[in-house]
T-cell receptor, first 113, second 109 residues
Framework: KAGVTQTPRYLIKTRGQQVTLSCSPI?????VSWYQQTPGQGLQFLFE???????NKGNFPGRFSGRQFSNSRSEMNVSTLELGDSALYLC????????????FGQGTRLTVV | AQRVTQPEKLLSVFKGAPVELKCNYS??????LFWYVQYSRQRLQLLLR??SRESIKGFTADLNKGETSFHLKKPFAQEEDSAMYYC???????????FGQGTRLTINP
């Protein structure tokens, strides 16, 4: 069975631009979570979606947003990019989200210049 | 507040030696604890979770609620155990994972 797929794998953007990242969960999984990974802060939770509704949100500014479609695919958007947004963005899917195993994608490496 | 602390950023041991990766947590209720592993050029994957009480690849972890710890142990390290290890906490009824900073384990031949 196919794993969690994230596209694109790499992105280079300029400060002030916006970016959209995509995540396709494992078939049947309805929960999708997003994490930001940086050398300084480690892995930090961004938000979680279940059945097209945001259920939980981390401590990130409003420039970070997301959505989930009826097929459970999810996108996250970052507007007005800052240099500090450079990071590896990981998506994880699970059956229901509640205390179930999370399966991670390979991540999207975003570089802001 | 939910917090996970892995005190060792780097850990190096010889093949065949015992390994212990430390993890301490802070959570007011009864959390679920996990160990995730990331091998070179691979995605983050679940190694084990405390609720299953399994031994995966020779690794075990015991939840000590009194000491709020969830240390990962293996009696005899193998070279293929070299990887980045993350301890993670999940609150009751939640999906959000709170990760520690990770420990890079290197097994020397």
């Amino acid at each position: 069975k196919a794993g969690v797929t994230q596209t694109p794998r790499y992105l280079i953007k300029t400060r002030g631009q916006q970016v959209t990242l995509s995540c396709s969960p494992i078939s049947g999984h309805r929960s999708v979570s997003w994490y930001q990974q940086t050398p300084g802060q480690g892995l930090q939770f961004l938000f979680e979606y279940f059945s097209e509704t945001q259920r939980n949100k981390g401590n990130f500014p409003g420039r970070f947003s997301g959505r989930q479609f009826s097929n459970s695919r999810s996108e996250m958007n970052v507007s007005t990019l800052e240099l500090g947004d450079s990071a590896l963005y990981l998506c994880a899917s699970s059956w229901t989200g509640m205390n179930t195993e999370a399966f991670f994608g390979q991540g999207t490496r975003l570089t802001v210049v | 507040a939910q917090r996970v602390t892995q005190p060792e950023k780097l850990l190096s041991v010889f093949k065949g030696a015992p390994v212990e990766l430390k993890c301490n947590y802070s959570y007011s209720g009864s959390p679920e604890l996990f160990w995730y592993v990331q091998y070179s050029r691979q995605r983050l994957q679940l190694l084990l979770r405390h609720i299953s009480r399994e031994s995966i690849k020779g690794f075990t972890a015991d939840l000590n609620k009194g000491e709020t710890s969830f240390h990962l142990k293996k009696p005899f390290a193998q070279e293929e155990d070299s990887a980045m290890y993350y301890c993670a906490l999940q609150g009751q009824g939640a999906q959000k994972l709170v990760f520690g900073q990770g420990t890079r384990l290197t097994i020397n031949p």
